[in-house]
């Protein structure tokens, strides 16, 4: 596999065994990554190949994209692999000294407004070598200024070069490079500095507006130098270990696998990203279910007259319109630090499509417990809502550790009238109760006056019961207990829920 | 593929930039993955299923290739409860009663099959959207528009004409179309759509354009906009769909938005312009509420160590 990047793409005659063989393995990292690829789909992007010039990039990636990853959640996911698996190839993506763009001294000098000594390093070195990092850094402000993305691309390849370190064989991960790289290049006071020159450029002043437009811009800016510098870490990181081994470590889960207890800050975006189409999905889906669902029961009366044009045979049964009735839910969730994130995000999922229930109350609690529903009425941001949870509910009692049983009590002695038949419980949290009583009998309770009880726990199945974990001790009292580490697990039990 | 049996199999577009010329000269400004997608669904003899926001241009797409190949477009706009009748083929129930109470006046002694022959023929059956495209002698786009409204089950009428371009009629037998349509699914992905039909298209999802082609949309789309309002505009624009709204503006509402500066006769947008006019791009009070605010508000904690930035509102 390692010797394909050399095969190249400019051979046409040669390469095809080559191709083949590196978008085998391409696929076979694709269905790894979790995509759902299928043997037709293979087989069109075979042929899709072959319709588009091999050395125009973004035609193959784009040949490859469209047939083979069908959900755009997916998109990530894919680029990733793409970019490992062909970051070598096209001419000006190579590693080395000799492909790479040079630093030339023009594109540089455009303004005429830098010191001459620049000039001169470029032209010895011919890729910035020589610079000092001050020069550097004066380099990069200039080429960030104007948005020039040649040089851009240019100064993330010179800037990982130097900064980060990278050594050939070290098992580092590409993020620890990508640390190093972003620390010694400021990128903070860069900003700093760019909004201060806008600043001074206008002659009256920003208008807040102005101010906000000319952030954005750099701020652009600074998110595709930020994406040069991670791919040029790759594809130092690909060349030196190769393409299989990169794969693995690279690999970035679907937004919908990822899970929500161990979610990077990264991730954590991605899953606020694929949150809000999933509850329109999810809306329009349960009020779809809901009108043709299946029929009423038998209308006995609409049957019997209608028989009468039949001579007094029931040939046409009638039935009821269905009306399901839509249940009350009641959330009551714990917000301690571990299992924070999972909460927010249930939260979310269910006062979003809040609509579909006839009634949804909010309860979350660390070893206090409070109402939060009026956080969530006459606002129509949930997010903003949710803030508010975190910041204003008050759910310490002594000190700060969950306590489900104390929580669970004073639940029962405030709000415990008011569950009737109609009412879903869901209690969400890892039941890591810190060795307190469990006060279990409060679900035993509660199951008997609720329609259902349900658990969701977004720890693996297999840490249940272990350590102070009691789940079990509460799981027997449910109507189900169901593992929600991700997306897709939410999902599937809000769907069920309906 | 069955592409051997058909007639006409010229390709369409020359190459990716073709199509990108050609789509580009009737105002629809490509971007090199759509134009690389039209083309190799050209190329391939596949339909397209695009998705993305709406108000991207999903629909757009399909008229302006229609119009630059020349080509009629056929357009079967989904919903639910669309049906076999409404989207393939129906007998015309009426004139086949017709015809069996004519032959019976004239007292002639027809035999049941020719009878029967007679009213399942082509002079009887009303070709709806679908079984038109597949039948059509000159070269047509098919565009089925919204596929997510219909239900999943209904999905499966498609999947025939998807990945064979045929329709098999009971009585009549199969008809294969002439030449294969360019065909395009739009969809706003309220729904997932189902594994097999996705398997039979290629995908594109359009999002919404980056600035400088946002830009470029404003100013073929508007002609009376000049250059700076115009970048002033996208880059708003753009500001706006970076917050976190319920309904971020689509293209078509930043060329209302556009059109509106025009006849307002602005040269120049600020704080006050936009926050009047937000309306036109955003669709929602709170969303409204909360881009009036950040627009006016200094990013991200206020740095103005070069004194107080314009005239506060």
Redesign the interface.
């Known amino acids: 596999m390692t010797d394909a990047p050399a095969a190249g793409v400019a051979g046409p005659a040669g390469a095809g065994a080559a191709l083949l063989d590196l978008l085998n393995g391409f696929i076979v990292e694709l269905r790894e990554a979790g995509l ?1 690829v ?1 043997l ?2 293979n087989l ?1 992007a075979m ?2 190949v072959q ?2 010039p091999l050395d ?1 990039r ?2 193959f990636k ?2 490859l ?3 083979l ?4 959640a997916h ?1 990530r996911a894919f680029e990733t692999v793409f970019e490992v698996y062909f970051s070598l190839r096209g001419p000006e993506y190579a590693v080395g000294e000799d492909g790479a763009p040079q630093l030339s001294p023009e594109d540089l000098e455009g303004e005429g407004d830098q010191p001459a000594g620049e000039g001169q390093g470029n032209g010895q070195g011919g890729s910035g070598d020589a610079l000092t990092p001050e020069e550097l850094a004066e380099m990069l402000y200039q080429a960030l200024l104007r948005g020039d993305d040649a040089v851009l691309r240019a100064m993330a390849r010179q800037a990982v070069k130097r900064y980060a370190g990278m050594e050939p064989g070290r098992p580092v991960g590409g993020t620890y490079y990508l640390y190093r790289t972003l620390r010694n290049l400021d990128l903070d006071g860069m900003m ?1 500095r760019l ?2 020159q806008a ?2 450029d206008a002659p009256e ?9 000319e ?3 750099y701020e ?1 800016r600074l998110e595709q130098l930020k994406q040069e510098i991670e791919a040029e870490i790759r594809r130092r990181l690909v060349a030196d270990r190769g393409v299989d081994a990169m794969a693995r470590t690279l690999r970035k889960p679907l937004p919908e696998d990822i899970d929500f207890m161990h979610a990077s800050r990264e991730e954590m975006i991605s899953l606020r990203k694929a949150l809000q ?1 999933l509850t ?2 999810l809306a ?2 349960l009020a ?1 279910k809901r009108r ?1 669902g299946r029929k009423g029961p038998l209308d006995f009366r609409n049957t019997v007259r209608h028989s009468l044009s039949y001579g007094g045979v029931p040939a046409e049964p009638k039935f009821k319109y269905p009306r399901p009735a839509k249940p009350e839910i009641f959330v009551v969730a714990d917000i301690s630090g571990s299992v924070a994130a999972f909460a927010r995000f249930t939260l979310h999922l269910v006062h979003a499509i809040a609509s579909q229930f006839s009634r949804v109350r909010s309860f979350v609690f660390i070893d206090g417990i409070d109402e939060v529903t009026r956080f969530f009425e006459g606002e ?2 949930i ?1 903003a809502a949710i803030h508010r949870v975190n910041t204003e509910a008050d759910v310490v009692w002594v000190d700060g550790h969950s306590d489900y049983g104390h929580a669970f009590e004073v639940f029962w002695n405030r709000w415990g009238r008011e569950i009737g038949p109609k009412t879903t419980v869901i209690i969400l949290g890892d039941a890591r109760n810190n060795y307190h009583a469990s006060q279990s009998w409060v679900i035993k309770e509660m199951r008997h006056k609720a329609r259902h009880v349900y658990w969701l726990n977004p720890e693996p199945r297999a840490y249940w019961d272990t350590g102070d974990s009691i789940v079990g001790e509460y799981g027997v009292h449910c109507d189900g207990t169901f593992e929600c580490r991700n997306l897709r697990q939410l999902e599937r039990f809000v769907d069920h829920l309906v | 593929m069955t592409s051997d049996a058909l007639p006409s199999d010229e390709p369409r577009f020359d190459s ?1 930039g073709d199509v990108r010329e050609r789509l580009r000269k009737v105002d629809y400004l490509s971007d ?2 759509i134009a ?2 039209v ?2 669904a050209d ?2 003899g ?1 339909p397209i ?1 695009v ?2 926001p709406a108000g991207t241009g999903k629909t757009q797409l399909a008229k302006s290739v229609a119009e630059v190949t020349g080509a009629r477009l056929i357009r079967l706009q989904c919903y ?1 409860g669309l049906d076999e009748s409404k989207a393939l083929y129906e007998w015309n129930y009426k004139k086949q009663l017709l015809r069996i109470q004519a032959t019976r006046g004239e007292g002639e002694t027809a035999g049941w099959d020719e009878i029967e022959d007679d009213i399942f023929s082509d002079d009887f059956l009303l070709t709806r959207p679908l079984l038109e495209a597949i039948r059509a002698e000159d070269p047509v786009v098919l565009l089925i528009d919204e596929v997510d409204r219909v ?1 999943v089950e209904t999905e499966a009428l498609l999947l025939e004409i998807l990945s064979d371009y045929q329709v098999s009629i009971p009585e009549l037998g199969t008809i294969t179309a002439r030449q294969i349509p360019l065909v395009f699914l739009t969809s706003n ?4 759509l189902s ?1 097999a039909l ?2 039979r ?5 359009v999002d919404y354009p980056d ?1 400088e082609r946002e830009k470029e949309i404003v100013l073929t789309k508007v002609p009376e906009v000049t250059e700076a309002l115009a970048d ?1 505009i996208a ?2 624009v ?2 706006i769909r ?1 917050l ?1 709204l ?1 309904k971020a503006p689509s293209v078509s509402e930043t060329l209302d938005w556009a059109r509106t500066l025009v006849l307002l006769g602005k040269e120049h ?3 006050d312009t ?1 926050a009047e006019t937000a309306s036109i791009l955003l669709k ?3 969303d409204i509420a ?1 881009a009036v605010k ?7 904690g206020v ?11």
């Open positions: 759902p299928s037709t789909e069109d042929e899709a319709h588009i125009d973004e035609a784009y040949a994209a469209a047939t990853v069908k959900n755009h998109w700093e909004m201060q600043r001074d002043g920003l208008t807040p507006l102005e101010e906000r437009l952030h954005d811009e652009h189409p329109r999905r329009v889906r779809r043709h129509e941001d997010v | 990716v090199e993955g690389g997608i083309y190799l190329r391939l596949k299923l998705e993305g639910e239900e992905n309220t729904r997932e594994e996705k398997r298209c290629l995908y594109l999802h600035m002033e880059r708003i753009r500001s970076q976190e319920k947008v600020d704080g936009a929602y009070q709170s909360k950040e627009l006016a508000s200094n990013p991200q740095r103005t160590g070069a004194g107080p930035a314009g005239p506060a509102r």
